[in-house]
């Protein structure tokens, strides 16, 4: 069963266009929303969280936007570059329970980014 | 300082044998997980150990699989008769202070596991 849902499963933009990645969750008891990004023959690395009780965080180029309600969360990559190819995991987490930090991960989502 | 190290980083092996993979996770990191990678179904969840606790295995796919982690440090995960839907990447990754809860996974290369 997987937990969290992520679309596309890949996505093709120009240099300079917005990237979206959406992902959604059945777990209300989850509590933390990382993104991950993983290039070729390295592992995930954190790329931006947030907590339920905010809407959106920006960093730099990257924001995530939290809809609570309706248990939904996305990724938008402005002014998307070249560089920013990559495989964008969503995660999903609680930081009370029998599952303690355990990370649901997204299916992933390979961006390319044209140049 | 140094990351979350694995060995070996690629590893070839017959089906019906054992391995064994390694992690080294960043020291003082409280919290150890161990996550599979198979193309096209994301990472999915092994075990975790956190501190002196018993390890969730919750997410051990087969009791082929184990993992240990010794000294509260370096972890092992051993993978007995081994079948070819076994080939993955084999993540590992840690987190953690002992002063606070779970927060920022970091995560190894990865070990790339091919079966024959």
């Known amino acids: 069963q997987q937990q969290v849902k992520q679309s596309p499963q890949s996505l093709i933009v120009q240099k300079g266009g917005i990237s979206i990645i959406n992902c959604a969750y059945e777990n209300t008891a989850f509590d933390y929303f990382p993104w991950y990004q993983q290039f070729p023959g390295k592992g995930p690395a954190l790329l931006i969280a947030?907590?339920?009780?905010?809407s959106e965080k920006k960093e730099g180029r990257f924001t995530i936007s939290f809809n609570k309600s309706a248990k939904q969360f996305s990724l938008h990559i402005m002014d998307s570059q070249p560089g920013d190819s990559a495989t964008y995991f969503c995660?999903?987490?609680?930081?009370?329970?029998?599952?303690?930090?355990?990370?649901?991960f997204g299916r992933g989502t390979q961006l390319t980014v044209w140049p | 300082g140094a990351g979350v190290s694995q060995s070996p980083s690629n590893k070839v092996t017959e089906k019906g044998k054992d391995v064994e993979l390694r992690c080294d996770p960043i020291?003082?990191?409280?919290?150890l997980y161990w996550y599979r990678q198979s193309l096209g179904q994301g990472l999915e969840f092994l075990i975790y150990f956190q501190g002196n606790s018993a390890p969730d295995k919750s997410g051990l796919p087969s009791d082929r699989f184990s993992a240990e982690r010794t000294g509260g440090s370096v972890s092992t995960l051993t993978i007995q008769r081994t079948q070819q839907e076994d080939s993955a990447v084999y993540l590992c990754?840690?987190?953690?202070?002992?002063?606070?809860?779970?927060?920022?996974?970091?995560f190894g290369p990865g070990t790339r596991l091919t079966v024959l």
């Open positions: 947030i907590r339920p009780d905010v």
């Open positions: 995660a999903a987490y609680r930081d009370r329970g029998s599952t303690l930090g355990r990370l649901y």
């Open positions: 990754a840690s987190s953690g202070t002992p002063q606070g809860l779970n927060n920022e996974q970091f």
């Open positions: 020291s003082g990191h409280t919290a």
